[in-house]
């Protein structure tokens, strides 16, 4: 990833963020930029990361996206006149494939901000996370639902 695509990058979203994009913002935003990149620029050279940064965004994508869906779900399940006859909660203990802590924790944190569910606990050996899901009506679906989504990106982020 090059420099000057770094600093143009860093002050467009400067502009962004402050809500002005005026030539004299966009120029504090690429000095702002050029700071930050000179103090991270080991970090950024190698090749890998802006195959790495499409990986992150193809995560972010698919969180918000399961975001708004669970959401959607949690919504009707409230607000349906027989919720209790809907509702199916449940514990089940995801195996995990994941193995640092850093993974482990991404993880755990975007079941537990996704409506519908929370992570619970992981095992001491690291295997297995613990999650609570309002809507169990199939746990191998549950299991692959998340294996072959949050997980799988995860993994693909950390190669």
Do not use: C
Request: net charge neutral; glycine share 4%.
């Amino acid at each position: 990833m090059s420099f000057a695509f770094l600093v143009i990058t860093l002050s467009l979203v400067w502009a962004a963020v402050t809500g002005s994009f005026t030539l004299l913002n966009l120029l504090l935003g690429g000095l702002i930029g050029a700071l930050a990149v000179l103090f991270i620029r080991d970090r950024v050279d190698r090749p890998h990361m802006m195959r790495r940064f499409v990986r992150v965004v193809s995560l972010a994508a698919l969180f918000f996206y399961e975001l708004a869906l669970s959401a959607l779900r949690v919504a009707v399940l409230v607000l349906s006149p027989r919720m209790e006859k809907r509702l199916s909660p449940g514990i089940i203990a995801y195996p995990l494939t994941v193995a640092s802590e850093v993974q482990i924790t991404l993880l755990a944190n975007l079941i537990t901000l996704t409506p519908g569910t929370l992570s619970v606990d992981v095992s001491d050996d690291r295997s297995t996370l613990y999650i609570h899901v309002l809507e169990m009506h199939d746990r191998e679906d549950v299991i692959a639902s998340i294996k072959s989504g949050f997980e799988a990106r995860i993994i693909e982020v950390f190669e």
